[in-house]
């Protein structure tokens, strides 16, 4: 069955897993926010936001609210496509319900609206262990297991890598990772601990649990001296753009990551939040950003342009 199975993939992550199996030409459906790689940009898609993603970051955050408030969803899943794609697979996720389309939405939809019953494989992340296994899974579930066992063992080498290079170093810089600007977010589940497997101390956030929200205050108290901008589904320009309603508040050009020139933006829509085979790109930027001395020889032909220093 597999050589004809039919794949639609609700989850930009799940979407590179697909590929990154290569499992590309059996992907016949997408959410909007699948972007990469770029061969799959022309399949139909089936999922579309409420939200305008073009609004600044409070704007974002109150549209989103007031969505969730009353009690309605962030995002539509288009029916009438999915039907006509009649899917054997349904990749999504039940981590986040303003992240992607959820579970239960997409458990409604196969419900009311498909003849046939696909198979529904739901990821939900919270350690980067989690995500590795979740690539066995989406394997499983579309008869690549032996692709998804090379795949893992190729990712676990490279964090073994990051591992050996950071064991070289002694200090811990107090890193802030910020993955919301307005309101201040820091970054959650697998951000803290790809901290620590790049040497840094997280200032913010614990591994596995959701990102928490934080204070302007509480970030000068933490005096951090590395700081990563990289907000949920930004780009380097997007996050440019709004920058200055960060480095304007009282205090910024005191903090030590200021001071001493280690303030970076990295792009948040491919890397860092997105839980896919390219997180461990995300963990070598990490550990380049936290410790240039022995990271940057980590990093992959490429994903250097997806960070830069502020100062």
């Known amino acids: 069955m597999t050589g004809?199975?039919?794949?639609?993939?609700?989850?930009?992550?799940?979407?590179?897993?697909?590929?990154?199996?290569?499992?590309?030409?059996?992907l016949v459906g997408i959410s909007h926010e699948c972007?990469?790689?770029?061969?799959?940009l022309d399949r139909p898609v089936v999922t579309e936001t409420k939200v305008d993603p073009q609004r600044p970051s409070a704007d974002i955050d109150g549209q989103v609210r007031q969505l969730v408030g009353a009690g309605l969803s962030v995002y539509g899943i288009r029916t009438d496509v999915l039907r006509r794609l009649a899917p054997d697979v349904i990749l999504t996720q039940q981590q986040c319900a303003v992240c992607a389309v959820s579970y239960d939405e997409v458990i409604a939809a196969v419900t009311s609206f498909?003849?046939?019953?696909p198979v529904v494989v739901s990821l939900q992340p919270t350690r980067l262990g989690d995500i590795l296994d979740d690539i066995r899974r989406v394997g499983e579930a579309i008869g690549a297991e032996a692709a998804a066992a090379e795949l893992v063992g190729r990712l676990r080498r490279r964090m073994e890598r990051v591992r050996e290079a950071i064991a070289r170093v002694s200090d811990r810089p107090r890193t802030l990772f910020l993955?919301?600007?307005?309101?201040?977010m820091a970054g959650g589940h697998w951000i803290?601990?790809?901290?620590?497997?790049?040497?840094?101390?997280?200032?913010?956030?614990?591994?596995g649990l959701p990102a928490p929200s934080i204070t302007w205050e509480a970030i000068v108290e933490s005096q951090p001296e590395v700081i990563v901008i990289a907000p949920c589904g930004f780009s380097l320009r997007r996050t440019e753009r709004e920058l200055s309603s960060l480095t304007g508040r009282p205090?910024?050009?005191?903090?030590?990551?200021v001071r001493m020139g280690r303030v970076y933006i990295a792009d948040g829509v491919a890397y860092f939040n997105r839980s896919g085979p390219r997180i461990i790109d995300s963990l070598e930027m990490l550990a380049a950003m936290i410790h240039p001395e022995v990271g940057?020889?980590?990093?992959?032909p490429g994903v250097?342009?997806?960070?830069?220093?502020?100062l």
């Open 4 to 26: 004809s199975l039919r794949i639609v993939s609700l989850l930009s992550a799940a979407t590179e897993m697909v590929c990154a199996l290569g499992r590309a030409h059996q």
């Open 35 to 40: 972007d990469y790689p770029p061969e799959i």
């Open 114 to 117: 498909l003849e046939s019953a």
């Open 179 to 184: 993955d919301w600007i307005e309101p201040l």
């Open 192 to 207: 803290p601990e790809m901290i620590q497997l790049a040497g840094g101390s997280a200032a913010f956030g614990r591994s």
């Open 251 to 257: 205090g910024w050009a005191q903090l030590p990551a």
């Open 296 to 300: 940057q020889s980590l990093l992959e």
């Open 304 to 310: 250097r342009a997806s960070f830069t220093s502020l």
